[in-house]
Nanobody, 130 residues
Framework: QVQLVESGGGLVQPGGSLRLSCAAS????????IGWFRQATGKEREGVSC????????FYVDSEKGRFTISRDNANSTVTLQMNSLKPEDAAVYSC???????????????????????WGKGTLVTVSP
């Protein structure tokens, strides 16, 4: 079965850190742009960070720059999102998604939601609270 599975969410205090992982099952991540997206209660889904298939290009939505780091391990078909200095407004369900790089124009466009993704995970909940 082809799927993406997220892990690493949980409850953290403001200023704390979490490390989210996205693992591919039933396929490999070679050739795919991977994006992390989040959806807070009552809000629309938004892009957080995206990484190119060859790990040579990354994009971060403005509020995450300097706090979040995306990386990938194609050999193990995993993508990681390291989140530091978490704020209450970072609380959301975080999902990873994959799209073939040849099918899109830029990773920025992927993060901005311009493209339909090929695969989505079910998400992992991040709660930021004292």
């Amino acid at each position: 079965q082809v799927q993406l599975v997220e892990s690493g969410g949980g409850l953290v205090q403001p200023g704390g850190s979490l490390r989210l992982s996205c693992a591919a099952s039933g396929f490999t991540l070679d050739g795919y742009i991977i994006g992390w997206f989040r959806q807070a209660t009552g809000k629309e889904r938004e892009g957080v960070s995206c990484i190119s298939s060859s790990d040579d290009d990354t994009f971060y939505v403005d509020s995450e720059k300097g706090r979040f780091t995306i990386s990938r391990d194609n050999a193990n078909s995993t993508v990681t999102l390291q989140m530091n200095s978490l704020k209450p407004e970072d609380a959301a369900v975080y999902s990873c998604a994959a799209v073939k790089q040849y099918a899109v124009g830029s990773i920025k466009g992927v993060c901005w939601g311009y493209y339909d993704m090929d695969h989505w995970g079910k998400g992992t909940l991040v709660t930021v609270s004292p």
